[in-house]
């Protein structure tokens, strides 16, 4: 088995396989016969106006279609995206957008500071964040050993998400030049989902790479940092409580 298909289906196993959202430009009645052929049902497609990215959600996703939709994730032949579950959640991730309208995809100066202070807010409740450069921001992941409510997941990145932007200002920074984005967001549960590590971004076919605290891997790089920290484990999920009850977030 490729390498690269097992680690991220270990590092994503929290999450449910069997809805899934497909980015992708494939498209067609042929196309999406085949995407039910085992049984998976198809809930939506968006079709592009320009034609270079479809998306399909798709529900009742068979383990074994899991696995070709994965492969192809890694082979960059499409994007898999997954939702989070609706109650609880041992991964969480933080999606940090450029704000702008225009010249959306500029790693802006807020957008280095809010990279920066996320990572380190987190890494001082001990928490390892896996920080990867995608789109118009970063992805910042976290994997616990066991779920925790996302009421609770939803207070804590909020937290740490108001103490970056505090940060942003006093650095002489426009907060509002960057949007904070949360998974699990209870306010939008089962609507909103996340790509998956481990593919180019489909819009400007550019890996998405690792970000560590030195810059930016190259792909190789990428891949290899990623089974390093696959492999060194979940974060306690005590250490998360500790974390939410640090921060003044608990209710």
């Known amino acids: 088995m490729d390498r690269r298909l097992e680690l991220v289906r270990r590092y994503y196993a929290p999450l449910s396989t069997a809805t899934v959202k497909l980015e992708t430009t494939q498209h067609g009645f042929g196309f999406l016969e085949a995407l039910t ?11 592009t106006l320009h034609g270079a990215l479809h998306k399909y959600k798709l529900s009742g996703v068979p383990p074994e279609q899991w696995d070709e939709l994965l492969a192809d994730h890694v082979a960059k032949r499409a994007n898999v995206c997954l939702y989070f579950g609706p109650a609880e959640n041992a991964l969480f991730a933080f999606n940090l957008d ?11 100066p807020e957008m280095t500071l809010a990279v920066a202070g ?95 605290r030195d810059g930016l891997l190259d792909e190789p790089q990428s891949w290899d940092w990623f089974e390093r920290h696959v492999n060194a484990g979940p974060v306690s999920a005590g250490v998360f409580d500790a974390a939410l009850k640090g921060s003044g977030a608990r209710a």
């Open 118 to 212: 996320v990572r380190e807010r987190l890494e001082a409740h001990g928490l390892r964040p896996l920080v990867i450069a995608s789109g118009r921001g970063y992805h910042i992941w976290c994997r616990l050993d066991a779920p925790r409510r996302n009421e609770e997941i939803y207070r804590f990145m909020l937290s740490q998400a108001v103490q970056t932007a505090a940060g942003i200002h006093f650095q002489g920074g426009d907060r509002h030049r960057v949007k904070f984005n949360f998974y699990p967001d209870p306010h939008t549960d089962n609507l909103v989902s996340l790509r998956l590590f481990g593919s180019d971004h489909a819009k400007n076919q550019v890996f998405s790479r690792v970000f560590t």
């Open 98 to 108: 450029n704000n702008r309208r225009e010249k959306n995809t500029e790693v802006i």
């Open 37 to 47: 052929r085992r049984g998976a049902r198809l809930e939506y497609g968006e079709l």
